[in-house]
C-alpha cells in the first residue's frame, strides 16, 4: 500500500502529468488496457486488480510506498509548482537540490531549466525540467527558482550562484530535454556533484588525467571555442584539457 494520506489514483494522476505522458500511452507500456486504467483513475471500483495497479505505479516510479531509488524520475514542470510540491510532501522527506539554467536571461527568449533532486536517505533521484516560453506572461509561471526557495518547500538549495550556467558536459543538459531520453543514476550523480559547489562534492570528483590529445581531439575543441553557443562550463573543460596536454608534452 502507499504511505500517507494520498490515494493511489491521486498519485497516479500527478505522476502522470509531472512525466508529461498520455493514460494511454502509459496503460500501453503496461501491457494494461487503457479504458480500465482510466477507469480506475476515476475512482471506479473493478476495474483494475490489485497486481495491475501495482505494475501502473511502478511504471509512473512508486516502489515500496515511496519513490523508487533504482533511476531517475524525469519529470516536466509547466507553469504550476504543485504538482511538484504535492509529490514531495507525500515522499515526506528532505531534498537537496542544485539548478542549471539555459537562456537569453531569466525572462528574455526562451529559457530552460532544469533542477536535480536528491534524498540522500533514500538516494531518490529526480530531475526538474521547465522551458519558459516568452508568450506565456512572467505573472502566469511559478518559476523553478533558487532565488525564491519557498516555492519548493523542504528543498535545500545548494552549488553555485545558479546564474552562472556552469555545467561540465552541456550533451547532458540537451539529453535531460529531450523527451525520449532515459537518464541512468550514474549520469544523474555526476550532474548533481557538477553542480555542488561545496568543496566536499568536488573533491570527490575525479580528475582528468594530464595526456596527449589526438589532433581530431584538437581540432574538436576549435570548433567548440568558435561555437558562442556552447555552455561556457565545457569551454572551461576544453581550457583545462590543453592546459593538461600541454603539460604532458613538456614533461616528455
Excluded at 494522476?13 to 500501453?28: D, F, R, V, Y
Excluded at 528574455?108 to 536528491?118: A, E, N, S, T
Aim: proline share 5%; aromatic share 6%; glycine share 8%.
Amino acid at each position: 500500500m502507499i504511505k500517507g494520506t494520498k490515494k493511489e489514483q491521486d498519485l497516479a494522476s500527478i505522476l502522470l502529468g509531472l512525466k508529461a505522458q498520455s493514460i494511454t500511452s502509459a496503460a500501453k507500456s503496461c501491457g494494461l488496457n487503457p479504458s480500465a486504467v482510466a477507469g480506475w483513475l476515476k475512482g471506479v471500483t473493478g476495474r483494475l486488480s490489485q497486481e495491475k495497479q501495482n505494475i501502473l505505479l511502478g511504471y509512473l516510479g512508486i516502489s515500496g510506498g515511496t519513490l523508487a531509488s533504482d533511476r531517475v524520475h524525469l519529470w516536466t514542470n509547466d507553469n504550476s509548482l504543485e504538482p511538484l510540491r504535492e509529490i514531495l510532501a507525500w515522499v515526506g522527506e528532505e531534498f537537496e537540490a542544485v539548478f542549471h539554467t539555459r537562456g537569453d536571461g531569466r525572462f528574455g527568449g526562451r529559457i530552460k531549466i532544469v533542477v536535480g533532486l536528491f534524498n540522500p536517505s533514500k538516494s531518490i533521484r529526480i530531475l526538474v525540467k521547465q522551458k519558459i516560453s516568452p508568450m506565456i506572461a512572467d505573472r502566469e509561471i511559478q518559476f523553478l527558482d533558487p532565488m525564491a526557495p519557498e516555492t519548493i518547500p523542504h528543498v535545500k538549495w545548494l552549488g553555485r550562484d545558479p546564474r552562472e550556467n556552469l555545467l561540465p558536459d552541456s550533451s547532458f543538459i540537451e539529453k535531460v530535454l529531450n523527451p525520449k531520453s532515459e537518464i541512468l543514476p550514474e549520469e544523474f550523480d555526476r550532474f548533481f556533484k557538477s553542480l555542488n559547489g561545496s568543496r566536499k562534492v568536488e573533491e570527490e570528483i575525479p580528475t582528468r588525467q594530464g595526456k596527449s590529445l589526438t589532433s581530431q581531439e584538437l581540432k574538436e575543441i576549435l570548433t567548440r571555442a568558435k561555437d558562442w553557443s556552447v555552455d561556457s562550463g565545457v569551454l572551461r573543460e576544453d581550457i583545462r584539457t590543453l592546459i593538461e596536454h600541454i603539460e604532458s608534452r613538456e614533461e616528455k
